[in-house]
T-cell receptor, first 114, second 115 residues
Framework: DQQVKQNSPSLSVQEGRISILNCDYTNSMFDYFLWYKKYPAEGPTFLISISSIKDKNEDGRFTVFLNKSAKHLSLHIVPSQPGDSAVYFCAAFHGSSNTGKLIFGQGTTLQVKP | NAGVTQTPKFQVLKTGQSMTLQCAQDMNHEYMSWYRQDPGMGLRLIHYSVGAGITDQGEVPNGYNVSRSTTEDFPLRLLSAAPSQTSVYFC??????????????FGEGSWLTVV
């Protein structure tokens, strides 16, 4: 049972345009969501997060939107740059659980063309 | 990936062999975990530990064993390797079960091939 889903395996955008990466979740107990970025042959690195009490969080070119009723979150990258080309994972966490388990989606490979 | 060290980076095993993937962190983090990454499957949690002497199963624990005798180390053991365990393995640590996303650190990964 995939609790966190990224239904688009890949996305290609032109440099300077907006990249929108989507993520859906099924577990209503999740209350904290994160996006990670991963380059080949490296470990994932934290990008941005959002708590379920918010519907938007911005950090520079990156904005995460959360729609709790739809159990959907998205990551917007504006403007996209070639260096943004990587695999992006969304992840979810149940904050009040004492297990601290982080559940990841399948990942979306973003290619930003110059 | 500062602070989380995984070894080896690459390993080829024959079916039935055993091996241990090592993970060490020097940040005094309570929480450590092991993930595997497979194409189209994302990162799946294998085992995790909320502190020394405490471990528990994640989403895909079968075929793997862990122990946490010290805060710093969290080795992952494959007792009898199978081709289905061919994957990239990531160790991660963070400061506690309470959450601050940017305190999660991943190692650089261990590429394991079982033939």
């Amino acid at each position: 049972d995939q609790q966190v889903k990224q239904n688009s395996p890949s996305l290609s955008v032109q440099e300077g345009r907006i990249s929108i990466l989507n993520c859906d979740y099924t577990n209503s107990m999740f209350d904290y969501f994160l996006w990670y970025k991963k380059y080949p042959a490296e470990g994932p690195t934290f990008l941005i997060s959002i708590s379920s009490i918010k519907d938007k969080n911005e950090d520079g070119r990156f904005t995460v939107f959360l729609n709790k009723s739809a159990k959907h979150l998205s990551l917007h990258i504006v403007p996209s740059q070639p260096g943004d080309s990587a695999v992006y994972f969304c992840a979810a966490f149940h904050g009040s659980s004492n297990t601290g388990k982080l559940i990841f989606g399948q990942g979306t490979t973003l290619q930003v063309k110059p | 990936n500062a602070g989380v060290t995984q070894t080896p980076k690459f390993q080829v095993l024959k079916t039935g062999q055993s091996m241990t993937l090592q993970c060490a962190q020097d940040m005094n983090h309570e929480y450590m975990s092991w993930y595997r990454q497979d194409p189209g499957m994302g990162l799946r949690l294998i085992h995790y530990s909320v502190g020394a002497g405490i471990t528990d199963q994640g989403e895909v624990p079968n075929g793997y064993n862990v122990s946490r005798s010290t805060t710093e180390d969290f080795p992952l053991r494959l007792l009898s390797a199978a081709p289905s365990q061919t994957s990239v393995y990531f160790c991660a640590s963070r400061s506690g079960t309470g959450f601050s996303g940017n305190t999660i650190y991943f190692g650089e990964g261990s590429w394991l091939t079982v033939v």
